[in-house]
């Protein structure tokens, strides 16, 4: 079974930064499309970016220009690099693996990670 693991999250003052990572064990990981997500308290899970195996990427517009995704298809890895945070950052963010091909859809998430942006 795919697994993700991820890390980097932490508490950080507004206009700091962070760079998470999601590590994918058990799976041919090039063939995805990677994403991040994060939820808030009491909130719907929004997607905050993604980035296909040809290395197309999709931002949120509320993070446009502050976030940065990546990926390391030889260690298998993909990042979300954040700069100037604010407060409205603050939430679990989690890693997402999708791929969806004829007849199937394959989907699996990380166990989050916490960031709070406060100072």
């Known amino acids: 079974q795919v697994q993700l693991v991820e890390s980097g999250g932490g508490l950080v003052q507004p206009g700091g930064s962070l760079r998470l990572s999601c590590a994918a064990l058990?799976?041919?990981?090039?063939?995805?499309?990677m994403g991040w997500y994060r939820q808030a308290p009491g909130k719907q899970r929004e997607l905050v970016a993604t980035?296909?195996?040809?290395?197309?990427?999709n931002y949120a517009d509320s993070v446009k220009g502050r976030f940065t995704i990546s990926r390391d298809n030889a260690k298998n890895t993909v990042y979300l690099q954040m700069n100037r945070l604010k407060p409205a950052d603050t939430a679990v963010y989690y890693c997402?693996?999708?791929?969806?091909?004829?007849?199937?859809?394959?989907?699996?998430w990380g166990q989050g990670t916490q960031v709070t942006v406060s100072s």
């Open positions: 997402n693996a999708d791929l969806t091909i004829v007849g199937e859809d394959y989907d699996y």
């Open positions: 980035i296909t195996s040809d290395g197309n990427t």
């Open positions: 058990r799976t041919i990981f090039s063939i995805f499309t």
